[in-house]
């Protein structure tokens, strides 16, 4: 029998008969991801570690420290919360203040995906 991914799609929205639409395969991942990368560390009081701190970042100067930091954010929070996703490739793309963050991913050994995550930054 195949591997077959579901669960409430993000962002969150109704469907005919009210109920929530679903993400079905890889869009699971890609939607626990964008969760997890915008829940700020804190902020759920039954689970006041799950998210990052990636909003800490965002006024600090880019280059390799801030990407370091970003990095290591965002591993610590997949590995905690997504531990069957392996990280395989993260890129940063520096574009007019803001920091696109490419990962790519596989999802226990069977689904290969990229998805990304994008934070902001003034100067």
Do not use: C, W
Request: aromatic fraction near 6%.
């Amino acid at each position: 029998m195949p591997f077959v991914l579901s669960g409430i799609s993000y962002p969150f929205r109704i469907e005919g008969g009210g109920l929530p639409a679903v993400a079905k395969g890889t869009d699971v991942i890609k939607s626990a991801l964008t969760v997890l990368m915008r829940t700020k560390k804190g902020s759920r009081g039954m689970r006041p570690t799950l998210g990052t701190n990636l909003q800490r970042l965002i006024f600090e100067n880019q280059g390799p420290v801030m990407q370091s930091l970003v990095q290591r954010e965002i591993l610590l929070a997949i590995s905690n919360f997504l531990p069957q996703v392996v990280v395989k490739a993260m890129d940063f793309v520096e574009d007019n203040h803001r920091i696109q963050v490419n990962i790519r991913y596989i999802v226990q050994g069977v689904l290969d995906q990229t998805g990304f995550v994008t934070i902001g930054q003034r100067t």
